[in-house]
Structure formats: C-alpha cells, structure tokens
C-alpha cells in the first residue's frame, strides 16, 4: 500500500503578504478530503475537509471578499 502525499499550493492570489492558506487538491480521488494548511507553518496542524465542506469555504470567501 502506498501512501500519496499532499501536493500543496497556494492562490495564484495570495501575493506575497504571507496570510495564505494552501490546499493539496491532489487527495479528493484518492482520500476523500482536501487538506488545508497555514503556508507560514508547512509543518503546522492541517485541516482535512470534505469536497463539499472545502467548495463552501471558498463560496463564503468569495462572498465576504466581493
């Protein structure tokens, strides 16, 4: 059995301001989740969401931002 590991990026909108999250898309196939990672600490605590829960984190990001 083999373990798939994140492959982790950022908005191509993030700039350089350092308040970004990545995300590792790369795990819904396989995994069932999306993991979600402060990208000031690579090493820090991830959260895993749910496809769905993940689409309405950026629905209400958008909304909040517009």
Known sequence: ???????????????????????????????GTVPVRDSKIPDGPRLDLTPQAFTDLVALAKQTHS
């Open 1 to 31: 059995m083999t373990t798939e590991s994140p492959r982790w990026f950022k908005s191509s909108h993030s700039g350089s301001g350092g308040s970004c999250i990545e995300v590792a898309t790369n795990l819904v196939a396989t995994h």
